[in-house]
C-alpha cells in the first residue's frame, strides 16, 4: 500500500464509532441548504452554475481553522506556497503566482481575496485573516473577472463575517493552546462580543491574538564556521480584530462600517535543508501591519437593491531579510577592493563579512469605490450592473549592507577611483521604487430563464488601467559587479481589456444541474525595481490573461443526505508574468511576460450527510498545468532554456482530501465529538529555473475530539498526525550557505493542543 493510499485509509478509520453506526442507521433528515453570494445576489450553492468550496462556521470550528491556510488541507486543486504568515501564493486549478520573490512590487494578485466588500489581496502578500466569528468562507474556483475583476485571475476567496444582531447582547471566547513537536508552545485566543445599540442598530467587536512557536533553528554562519545557534528561530505572531457597526434607519437601508486591524511579527522563514535548521548570516525579523476600513449601504429600491460600497486598504512591512547565499561573493569582492582601500585610499574597511542583509520598507495604499445595481424578485429575468474604481499607490525602499557595515564615505572613494573620477556612489545599495495605478471599470451581467429547465447568462467587464513608476538607485555593489551606475528609470503603461463570461446551465431535475461557462481573468502588469542588478531587463512587464471554458455537474441524490459535484475544465494563461533575470548571488529579480501555459483538468467534491450526526467530504483535483512556449532565461538567470511541456511551477498535478466527522450523546445534554481528515498533493516544481528539481509531495493527517454542550466546546487535535516533515518548496536563491544542500522551506511539525470556545 503507498503511502497515499495508507493516508486515507487511515483518516477514514478516524471515526470508528461512524462507520460502524452507518452500517444500521436510516437517514434521518437531508443536508442544510448551503446559501452564498457568489452571484452578488443570495443563491443556494447548488444552484450556482460554478465551482465553489464553503466552509460553514461550524466546517470552520469542526476543522480548527485559524485563517485560510488551516482549510487549503479540505479543498483539492487549491495550494498556498507560504515562507511565513502573511506571505506567499495561492495556487488554484494550476493558476499560480510565477513572481512571489518580487513580494515587493506593484503587481497584482492571481487569486483575489475579500473580507465582506474589502478587497485585501497584493501580489505575494496573501493576508492572515482570522476566521473566527466568520459566518462562511466561499472560494470561487477559475477567473472571476466579471464580477471581482483584476486580482481574481485563478479565483476568489471571499471571508463573509457574522452581522451584528440588533435583538440581543451576545458574547464568544475561544482558547487553543498547543505544543509542536520539537519546537516551543503555541496559543491563541478570539473573542467576540454584540452589543444593541437601538433597536435597528448594534455593534459587533472582535479581537485575536496568536503565538505560534518557531519550529526551525537558525544556524548563524558566515558559510564558513558556525558563530552560534539560536533555536525556534521561525516564530510567528499576530493580534488585531474588526469591528461592525450596522444600522438600519427603515426596512429598506442599511449602512455598516468596517474596521479591520491586523499586525504581525515573524522571525527568520522557515527555510533549510532539512527540517529543522536552516542557515542565515543574521536573525530575520519582519512587522507587517494591515489596516481596513469600509463603508457600505444598501438601499431596496423595490425592483433593485443598489449598494455602495467604499474601501480603504494600507498595508506597512518592515523587515530585515538575510543574504547569506550572497557572503561568499561580498567577501570575495572585499578582498580583492582591501589593498586600494587600505594602501591606497587609507579609509575604513572590513577584511571580511560577518553578515550580510538588506532591509525592505513597503507601504501600499488603496482606494476601491463599487456602486453595484441588482435586480430584485424571481422573474425570468435577473441583472447585475456596476462602476468600479481603484487608486493603489505603493512605496518600496530597500537597502541592502554587510556587518561590519563600510561606511557611506569609504564606497565613494573607491567607485572614484575605480571608476577615474566618473562616479562617485556613497551607497552599498539603496532603491526607491514609487507606483500607481488607475482603474476603472463596468461590469455587468444578465441572466434569463428560457424555460424552467434552461437558464442562460452573459456577462462582462470592461476595464481600463492606467500604470506609472519611477524607480531611483545608488548602488555600489550593483556598479561593482557590472550593473548600473546611480540612474533612475520611469514606466508607465495604460491596458484596455473586455473579460466576457457566457453561461448555459439546464436542469434535469430539481436535483440535478449542469452548466458550461466561457469565461476570462485578468491580472495587472508592473514594473520592475532592481534594474542596477538586472541592466538588461525591460523596465516594466505586461497584463496577464486567462481564458476558461468549463462543463460541469451539480447533484443532491440519495433524499438529499448526498451531494456530487463534477466540473472539467480547459485554461489558456497567456503573457505569464515570470522571473526572467535576476542580480548576482540572487539580489534583485526582474519580471518579464514569457508566453503562454495551459491548464487542464477535473475537480471532483462529494459529501455524504447520512444522519444529522455524521458526515463524510472527498474532494479530488486533477489536473495538467503545462508551458505552451520554450522560455528562454538570459545569462543572469543562469542562462536556462525551460522547454515547453513544463509544468507550472507551484502546481500539483493530483491532489486529494478526505475528511469526516461524528457527534453522538453522552447524556446530560453533553455529546462527544471526533473527526479527522487526510489530506495529499503530489511533487512539484519551484521556479523555472530549477525546472528538473522536484519538491516532493506529501501526506498529511490530523484527528479531533472532544465533547460539546449548547453553549460550550471543548476539543482536543492532533494535527499533522504521522509527523511529516513536508517541504513547501524550495529556496529559489540557491543552497544552504553551509551544508551546500538543497534549501526548502517547511511546513510545521506534529502540533498538540486543546480548544475551549465558550458563547452566550
Known amino acids: 500500500m503507498n503511502k497515499l493510499h495508507r493516508g486515507l485509509a487511515l483518516a477514514g478509520l478516524l471515526p470508528v464509532i461512524p462507520l460502524a453506526a452507518v452500517a444500521q442507521t436510516v437517514p434521518d433528515g437531508p443536508m442544510e441548504t448551503v446559501v452564498v453570494t457568489a452571484t452578488r445576489r443570495a443563491q443556494a450553492m447548488q444552484d450556482v452554475p460554478q465551482t465553489i468550496n464553503v466552509f460553514s462556521e461550524k466546517n470552520i470550528k469542526d476543522a480548527g481553522a485559524q485563517d485560510f491556510a488551516t482549510l487549503v488541507n479540505s479543498m483539492a486543486g487549491v495550494e498556498l506556497r507560504q515562507e511565513q504568515a502573511g506571505q506567499g501564493g495561492v495556487a488554484v486549478r494550476g493558476i499560480s503566482e510565477l513572481n512571489i520573490m518580487n513580494l515587493y512590487g506593484g503587481t497584482g494578485s492571481a487569486t483575489g481575496m475579500y473580507l465582506d466588500e474589502m478587497p485585501l489581496s497584493a501580489g505575494g502578500r496573501f493576508p492572515g485573516v482570522s476566521a473566527f466569528d466568520i459566518q462562511r468562507v466561499e472560494v470561487l474556483k477559475g477567473p472571476q473577472g466579471t464580477l471581482f475583476g483584476e486580482g481574481s485571475l485563478a479565483g476568489t476567496v471571499r471571508f463573509i463575517a457574522n452581522k451584528p444582531r440588533f435583538d440581543k447582547p451576545a458574547a464568544a471566547v475561544e482558547a487553543t493552546g498547543s505544543r509542536t513537536a520539537g519546537a516551543t508552545d503555541n496559543h491563541s485566543v478570539n473573542a467576540m462580543v454584540n452589543l444593541p445599540?437601538?433597536?435597528?442598530?448594534?455593534?459587533?467587536?472582535?479581537?485575536?491574538?496568536?503565538?505560534?512557536?518557531?519550529?526551525?533553528?537558525?544556524?548563524?554562519t558566515d558559510g564558513r564556521t558556525v558563530r552560534r545557534i539560536v533555536e525556534n528561530a521561525n516564530f510567528q505572531r499576530s493580534h488585531g480584530g474588526r469591528a461592525m457597526l450596522r444600522f438600519e434607519p427603515t426596512r429598506d437601508l442599511a449602512i455598516s462600517a468596517v474596521a479591520f486591524v491586523n499586525e504581525a511579527k515573524n522571525g527568520t522563514r522557515s527555510r533549510g535543508p532539512e527540517a529543522g535548521i536552516g542557515s542565515f548570516s543574521m536573525l530575520e525579523d519582519q512587522r507587517d501591519r494591515l489596516n481596513a476600513f469600509n463603508l457600505t449601504v444598501e438601499y431596496d429600491a423595490g425592483p433593485a437593491s443598489l449598494v455602495a460600497s467604499?474601501?480603504?486598504?494600507?498595508?506597512?512591512?518592515?523587515?530585515?531579510?538575510?543574504?547569506?547565499?550572497?557572503?561568499?561573493?561580498?567577501?570575495?569582492?572585499?578582498?580583492?577592493?582591501?589593498?586600494?582601500?587600505v594602501d591606497v585610499l587609507g579609509v575604513p574597511w572590513a577584511d571580511q563579512a560577518d553578515a550580510v542583509y538588506s532591509f525592505h520598507n513597503y507601504n501600499a495604499r488603496s482606494d476601491t469605490l463599487e456602486l453595484r445595481l441588482v435586480s430584485n424578485g424571481d422573474g425570468d429575468l435577473k441583472w447585475t450592473a456596476?462602476?468600479?474604481?481603484?487608486?493603489?499607490?505603493?512605496?518600496?525602499?530597500?537597502?541592502?549592507?554587510?556587518?561590519?557595515?563600510?561606511?557611506?564615505?569609504t564606497w565613494a572613494a573607491i567607485t572614484s577611483a575605480l571608476s577615474e573620477g566618473a562616479v562617485s556612489i556613497g551607497e552599498g545599495q539603496n532603491v526607491r521604487a514609487d507606483s500607481t495605478i488607475r482603474q476603472t471599470a463596468l461590469f455587468g451581467e444578465v441572466s434569463y430563464d428560457v424555460t424552467k429547465q434552461f437558464q442562460l447568462l452573459g456577462g462582462g467587464r470592461l476595464f481600463r488601467e492606467k500604470r506609472a513608476s519611477t524607480s531611483v538607485w545608488e548602488s555600489s555593489l550593483a556598479f561593482l559587479s557590472g550593473g548600473l551606475p546611480p540612474g533612475s528609470s520611469s514606466s508607465g503603461a495604460t491596458s484596455s481589456l473586455f473579460n466576457p463570461k457566457v453561461t448555459a446551465s439546464y436542469k434535469w431535475s430539481r436535483d440535478v444541474m449542469g452548466y458550461a461557462t466561457h469565461s476570462k481573468g485578468f491580472r495587472s502588469g508592473g514594473q520592475n525595481e532592481y534594474l542596477p542588478f538586472t541592466p538588461t531587463a525591460a523596465p516594466d512587464y505586461k497584463p496577464e490573461t486567462l481564458v476558461n471554458d468549463e462543463l460541469g455537474v451539480k447533484t443532491s441524490l440519495l433524499n438529499n443526505t448526498l451531494s456530487v459535484n463534477v466540473s472539467v475544465y480547459d485554461m489558456k494563461w497567456d503573457d505569464l508574468q515570470q522571473v526572467v533575470a535576476q542580480g548576482i548571488g540572487g539580489i534583485g529579480k526582474a519580471l518579464g511576460n514569457?508566453?503562454?501555459?495551459?491548464?487542464?483538468?477535473?475537480?471532483?467534491?462529494?459529501?455524504?450527510?447520512?444522519?444529522?450526526?455524521?458526515?463524510?467530504?472527498?474532494?479530488?483535483?486533477?489536473?495538467?498545468?503545462?508551458?505552451?512556449?520554450?522560455?528562454?532565461?538570459g545569462p543572469s538567470a543562469g542562462d536556462v532554456t525551460v522547454p515547453a511541456g513544463t509544468p507550472v511551477p507551484g502546481t500539483s498535478r493530483r491532489s486529494f482530501s478526505l475528511g469526516s466527522s461524528y457527534r453522538f450523546p453522552l447524556g446530560a445534554g453533553l455529546n462527544g465529538f471526533l473527526g479527522g481528515r487526510a489530506a495529499y498533493h503530489s511533487d512539484t516544481i519551484s521556479d523555472l529555473r530549477h525546472y528538473q528539481d522536484r519538491t516532493p509531495g506529501a501526506t498529511t493527517m490530523d484527528a479531533r475530539f472532544g465533547i460539546?454542550?449548547?453553549?460550550?466546546?471543548?476539543?482536543?487535535?492532533?494535527?499533522?498526525?504521522?509527523?511529516r516533515h513536508s517541504a513547501v518548496r524550495e529556496d529559489f536563491d540557491g543552497p544552504d550557505a553551509f551544508t551546500q544542500q538543497r534549501n526548502f522551506f517547511w511546513s510545521r511539525p506534529r502540533t498538540i493542543g486543546l480548544t475551549l470556545r465558550a458563547s452566550m
Open 310 to 341: 467604499a474601501s480603504h486598504y494600507e498595508r506597512k512591512i518592515a523587515a530585515n531579510t538575510d543574504q547569506v547565499q550572497t557572503i561568499e561573493l561580498i567577501n570575495g569582492v572585499l578582498e580583492q577592493l582591501r589593498p586600494l582601500a
Open 197 to 220: 445599540l437601538a433597536d435597528n442598530a448594534a455593534l459587533r467587536i472582535v479581537a485575536f491574538e496568536r503565538d505560534d512557536g518557531g519550529y526551525m533553528d537558525a544556524r548563524i
Open 386 to 409: 456596476g462602476l468600479f474604481y481603484k487608486d493603489t499607490d505603493t512605496l518600496h525602499k530597500a537597502r541592502a549592507t554587510t556587518t561590519p557595515e563600510i561606511p557611506n564615505a
Open 708 to 723: 460539546e454542550a449548547k453553549s460550550w466546546q471543548l476539543i482536543g487535535f492532533v494535527d499533522n498526525l504521522a509527523n
Open 594 to 633: 514569457v508566453g503562454s501555459a495551459h491548464s487542464r483538468g477535473l475537480d471532483f467534491d462529494a459529501h455524504w450527510m447520512p444522519t444529522r450526526q455524521f458526515d463524510v467530504s472527498f474532494a479530488a483535483s486533477l489536473l495538467k498545468a503545462e508551458l505552451d512556449d520554450a522560455v528562454v532565461l
